[in-house]
């Protein structure tokens, strides 16, 4: 599931007007946000999310790691939010930021 440089450009645009949807502190990835993220990924397909971790090496680390178990695409990262796609299996046009 690669995304070409063309859908990025676009994806970042969609997503610039996007507020974080999970926030991730101190405590990490736990089960119930792992279920929150996978939640919103199949909703809207294209998400934000915060990273609230002061420790840069750490977040970048947590930010691949969920891109890891989530099986999702990393767009972009701009300090504390990365922008995470992946695609829904059956696209809600009413829900989808990529539909709307």
């Given at each position: 599931?690669?995304?070409?440089?063309?859908?990025?450009?676009?994806?970042?645009?969609?997503?610039?007007?996007?507020?974080?949807?999970?926030?991730?502190?101190?405590?990490?990835?736990?089960?119930?946000?792992?279920?929150?993220?996978?939640?919103?990924?199949?909703?809207?397909?294209?998400?934000?999310?915060?990273?609230s971790i002061v420790d840069r090496e750490m977040r970048d680390e947590l930010i691949n790691q969920t891109s890891k178990i989530m099986k999702c695409e990393i767009v972009q990262t701009i300090g504390k939010v990365a922008l995470l796609y992946r695609a829904a299996l059956k696209p809600n046009p009413k829900l989808s930021n990529l539909l709307r």
């Open positions: 599931m690669s995304v070409t440089n063309v859908q990025k450009k676009q994806y970042r645009l969609i997503g610039h007007a996007l507020n974080p949807v999970v926030t991730i502190a101190g405590n990490g990835l736990t089960e119930n946000v792992l279920a929150e993220i996978d939640r919103a990924l199949e909703d809207h397909e294209l998400i934000k999310v915060r990273y």
